[in-house]
């Protein structure tokens, strides 16, 4: 299984991005997916998640109603979309599948065994 992260750049506070994850060597469907983030000196948080086969969405307390994931089953693609941003979510966000975690250990990063390679979100003020 593999990950490719992809969308990331520099974008003025108040602005939007979308980034796409896209899994290869298994369904993503039979996956649930994440992104999550490590800002410059901090540790690595969840944002947005969508869980397998129901693709309920889940988000962070701070991204709701901002951020938005979604699936695209037939691209075996997740995209996250990213509104109204701001300058403290300047980040490298990864994103993360499994695909036996149960809902309760979705938010843990240590719960997802594959990772792809990041990509960088700047916020400028």
């Known amino acids: 299984v593999q990950l490719q992260a992809s969308g990331g750049g520099l974008v003025q506070a108040g602005g939007s991005l979308r980034l796409s994850c896209a899994l290869s060597?298994?369904?993503?469907?039979?996956?649930?997916m994440a992104w999550f983030r490590r800002a410059p000196g901090k540790e690595r948080e969840f944002v947005s998640a969508i869980f397998r086969n129901s693709g309920s969405p889940i988000y962070a307390d701070s991204v709701k109603g901002r951020f938005t994931i979604s699936r695209d089953n037939a691209k075996n693609t997740v995209y996250l979309q990213m509104n109204s941003l701001k300058p403290e979510e300047t980040a490298v966000y990864y994103c993360?599948?499994?695909?036996?975690?149960?809902?309760?250990?979705?938010?843990?990063?240590?719960?997802?065994?594959?990772w792809g390679q990041g990509t960088l979100v700047t916020v400028s003020s």
């Open positions: 060597g298994r369904t993503s469907r039979q996956s649930t």
């Open positions: 993360a599948a499994d695909f036996t975690l149960i809902l309760s250990s979705v938010r843990m990063s240590r719960a997802y065994d594959y």
